[in-house]
C-alpha cells in the first residue's frame, strides 16, 4: 500500500524519523533548513551529499558503516531495484534528481527483513518531469514491499486517486491534498532582497530556496 502524507513538513519528519520494526528510511538530508517568511514556509535546498561518490560507491560506503561487511556490485543493483531506482552504479551522486538520491539512500538502509519504506520528498520542486519520475519510481517500489510511506511538500506530487495523510501538530488525520497542502515554487533571492532579511543573510551563499506558492 502506497500513502502520501502532506502538512506540516517539521512533524513529517518528526513521524518519519519514529524508529519501527522492519522498516527503512530516507531522510530529506540535502534540505539544510526551514523557516518562515511574510506566512509563506520555505526550505533551504543544499548541494546532494556524497556528491563525488558513485552510486556504487555510496552503497559500498553506506552498507559497510551498516553490516560491515562489503557489496558486490550485484546486490548493490538488487538494492536499488528494491527500492524502485533506475541508476547506474557508476553514475555521480550529484548527477542524482533529489527524488533518486533519497531513495538510493533508502536502499543502502534496506535490509532481508525490510517490509516497510518511509521515503521523505519534502523539498522537491514541483516540475512535470519531476513528477513523472517520482511516480514511476514510487510505483516499482510500492511492488517490493508491505507498505510504502512518502511525504511530500507540494500537493501536485500526489495522484487523485491515492491515499494520503494530513499531518499537523496535533496528530495525524485522513487528507485532503489540496486542502491540507500548497503549492510549492522555486526561488532565487538576490543580494538586496538577502540583505533585508536577517534568515535568508544568514543562509551562508545558497541561492535556491523552496517556498510555498
Request: hydrophobic share 40%.
Amino acid at each position: 500500500m502506497l500513502t502520501y502524507y502532506i502538512g506540516n513538513i517539521r512533524e513529517k519528519r518528526k513521524l518519519f524519523r519514529t524508529p519501527r520494526d522492519g522498516a527503512a528510511v530516507a531522510d530529506n538530508c540535502d534540505v539544510l533548513a526551514d523557516f518562515g517568511v511574510n506566512g509563506k514556509i520555505c526550505m533551504v535546498l543544499g548541494d546532494i551529499p556524497y556528491g563525488d561518490m558513485r552510486v556504487g560507491e555510496y552503497l559500498a560506503y553506506a552498507r559497510a558503516l551498516k553490516a560491515q561487511e562489503s557489496l558486490s556490485a550485484q546486490s548493490a543493483e538488487k538494492l536499488l531495484k528494491k527500492a524502485g531506482v533506475r541508476a547506474s552504479l557508476d553514475k555521480k551522486m550529484s548527477s542524482l534528481s533529489r527524488y533518486a538520491f533519497r531513495g538510493v539512500v533508502l536502499a543502502a538502509a534496506l535490509d532481508e527483513g525490510t517490509k516497510e519504506a518511509w521515503l521523505n520528498l519534502d523539498g522537491i520542486a514541483f516540475s512535470p518531469l519531476a513528477k513523472r519520475g517520482m511516480l514511476a519510481m514510487l510505483r516499482r517500489m510500492a511492488r517490493n514491499f508491505e507498505n510504502v510511506h512518502v511525504s511530500v511538500s507540494d500537493y501536485r506530487f500526489i495522484p487523485r486517486s491515492a491515499n494520503s495523510l494530513a499531518v499537523t501538530t496535533r496528530g495525524t488525520v485522513q487528507g485532503k491534498p489540496k486542502s491540507a497542502s500548497r503549492k510549492y515554487v522555486r526561488l532565487r533571492f538576490c543580494k538586496k532582497k538577502r540583505r533585508e532579511s536577517l534568515v535568508l543573510s544568514a543562509l551562508s551563499g545558497r541561492k535556491t530556496v523552496l517556498c510555498d506558492g
